[in-house]
């Protein structure tokens, strides 16, 4: 049974591996290359016919053709090659003099062995253009026929399809898609080839966990975006703050503050931006758990504890009462009752769980307290118990108090947004440490946690420009 991974997460895969440095024009090398491989494998000679589309399928099979020495290649084009890293391929292929047809001038009599490179994990729903024709013209072809990753017109995570190529052979990249266990019948052998992704790089986020997490909506309303409710305050009054106003610049709809009575005056002065209700008392106790529960149910998410001390127990009781939680400094309890992301420094997961914060440690206090933990550290470790990710961004600036209430603030924007706890938590955890990291680059070490909010909107917008 091959190993799978969905077309979202390899998507996400691929724009990490660019981002720590291997680039996706590597890949792509090494992609074709595999091709050709499997290809030399089984035929010494023989005439090829490649049917690129105009994405990044087509550029790996561009690269296949340049292994196949001694073969008769042909590429015929489905229509303009969109994808720069699949055009700088193609060009190559021209400028060594191989024929380039376009389908639609293009008589096809056939061939020995025949690429599908057509529609790659992206394609979804009906096919469009020339691609059902040429998917025709492919299936009645006596050839060898070779799919790309997935064989086109084949939905590549659920197996469903109407018209779809029936390959001998598809060779898919880094690890199977699941929609080729899916639908046997038509991937023929299946061929999983190493591309060259680290192992380690499967298992630190980047800007594709951020991209799997972060959502805008075209059409949406106030509030399709998130409704976050922020719970904490005394004796510290700054911590609730920062991370309303953190929930705030990394997408947040809305965000309400509540805070004890005795500290309203000053929390309710930081910013017009936040909506800010008074709880009763001078600090808050289990007594407070019927209020914090009717102001969340307009809410997505809670985010509890910042600027608090010892209020676990306070967080054990509205979490009976709640769907989602993000859990920090005083809040922090081992016994959670709802889906909830905890975010201890080592210091308060060795007060929680009694254990030393390592990595080993975390999954199991994950697994046994049925939450998703980020613990904050040089290197962020983030554990649901099942699975298991790495945090590198940010740097010795963000050891400035505050920024763990910044985390906890994005972390609840994200979580506000999405069913996954793990999916969020590794956003989360990125894009708190790359702002740190833009601050950096503006300030040196001596930043704020102010300075790492008002960075988020930047970080945000650079890692959304990435394709």
Known sequence: MHETIDSRHMNALDLNCEFFGLSRLQLMENAGKGIAEEILSRFNHGRVVIFAGTGNNGGDAFVAARFLKGFDVEIVLAGDVKSELARRNLSILEKAGMPVSRWGSYEFEGGDIIIDALLGTGFRGKLRGPYRAIIHKINESDGFKVSVDVPSGLDADTGEYETAVRADLTVTFHRAKPGLLRAGELAGEVVVKDIGIPELFEKLSGPGDFKLA??????????????????????????????????????????????????????????PELIVRSIPGDELSTENVSEIARLAEKHDVVVFGMGTVDKGDVAEEISERVERMVIDAGGLSPSIHCNAILTPHAGEFRRVFGKEASEVNVIDAAEKSGTCIILKGKRDIISDGERTKYNDTGNAGMTVGGTGDVLAGIAGALYAINDDAFTAACASAFIAGYAGDLCFEEKGYNFTALDVIEKLPHAVKKIMELK
């Not at 949406?220 to 609730?240: E, F, Q, W």
């Not at 106003?245 to 503050?257: F, Q, R």
Request: net charge positive; aromatic share 8%; glycine share 12%.
């Open 214 to 271: 972060y959502r805008r909506f075209e059409h949406a309303h106030k509030g399709m975006h998130g409704r976050v409710l922020v719970v904490g305050g005394s004796p510290y009054i700054g911590a609730p703050v920062l991370s309303a106003l953190a929930a705030l610049k990394a997408g947040a709809d809305i965000v309400t503050l509540a805070v004890p009575e005795s500290i309203y005056p000053q929390a309710g002065s930081f910013s």
